[in-house]
């Protein structure tokens, strides 16, 4: 079969295609999926620059964390799934879903619905559910009526879900973003987008910010935020950072929280119920073909993406 293979680390030339042996009959509680696509996410984009410890795995990873597709297989224990069924999927750290087959546990997957269209099924599970977990797990938005959350890195993939659940939440929510891209922040529900400099200058207090690229300094923002506030992340890039997550667990007052994405089924169906339902939109900003990978690489990087890239692997 076809998959997207590392040839080193660095910029998109890096990526081929190369011809792979196929993955084993399904066993267990694992079902094999026919890949009709994959997204790209931050990670992908990490794994292939090489960043810090990214660096260490790259080899061992392939890439694509997040696909859609059919189920060719399935093993003897698995009591979810049938072969024919349409399934999205967040793939383990190993990755591996930029290919035309991969195996993994039925408890990673959920049926898509019948009138979602796969290619938008594809851009859902890891933006999607780091949103809904880090919103409802980590910052209890659920527990926080009329609340003023501030999505930091609103039109990427994770920040343009974010807005959306949010507002479905009851939430007055700002986002930051660009001049450029404001228009598609509010297209996603956002009552105000403002600058990335200008979000968090004191004149307003958030009862949740989200950072979705991973970048505050949350003593910096900690000022910004109300007396039961929270900052959650999505990486822990620094000793600091780190320092202020384990002193929130015991300091009063605002505190900071680091989201772990957990590839539940449950929370993934709910994502896709939403999606059938008309609530939430999957922003598909490209769809790409397998063969066009580097370039889809190239975009996903860019200033102009607003929302998910997709790559198409099979019919």
Do not use: C
Request: proline share 6%.
């Amino acid at each position: 079969m076809r998959a997207v293979r590392l040839s080193g680390t660095g910029d998109p030339s890096v990526l081929r295609i190369d011809d792979v042996a196929a993955p084993r009959p399904p066993t267990g509680d694992r079902i094999l999926v026919r890949v009709a696509a994959s997204s790209i996410n931050g990670t992908d984009l990490g794994l292939r620059r090489g960043v810090p410890g990214a660096a260490v795995f790259g080899r061992l990873v392939g890439l694509g964390f997040d696909i859609a597709g059919e189920v060719a297989a399935v093993g003897p224990a698995v009591t979810a799934f049938a072969p024919g069924d349409r399934v999205a999927a967040l793939l383990p750290h190993n990755g591996g879903g930029q290919a035309e087959e991969v195996v993994l546990r039925q408890g990673r997957a959920a049926l898509v619905p019948a009138g979602v269209d796969i290619v938008e099924a594809a851009g859902l599970p890891l933006a999607g559910l780091t949103a809904l977990q880090a919103l409802f797990g980590r910052a209890g938005l659920g527990t926080r009526p009329s609340a003023r959350v501030l999505v930091y890195g609103a039109a990427g993939g994770i920040g343009s879900f974010a807005v959306q659940l949010a507002a479905l939440a009851g939430a007055h929510v700002t986002g930051t973003a660009s001049a450029a891209k404001r228009d598609f922040v509010r297209g996603l529900g956002a009552d105000d987008v403002v600058d990335h400099e200008g979000a968090l200058d004191g004149r307003e207090r958030w009862d949740v910010v989200l950072d979705t690229p991973g970048l505050l300094d949350p003593v910096q923002v900690r000022p910004a935020l109300a007396p039961d506030g929270v900052l959650v992340t999505t990486r822990v890039a620094a000793v600091g950072t780190a320092r202020e997550l384990a002193l929130g667990a015991v300091r009063r007052g605002p505190r900071f929280a680091f989201v772990a994405t957990s590839a539940r089924s449950q929370d993934l169906t709910r994502l896709l119920d939403l999606v059938r339902r008309g609530l939430l939109r999957v922003p598909v900003d490209r769809v790409v073909p397998l063969d066009q990978i580097a370039e889809a690489h190239r975009y996903a990087e860019s200033r102009e993406v607003r929302g998910k890239v997709v790559v198409t692997i099979s019919p």
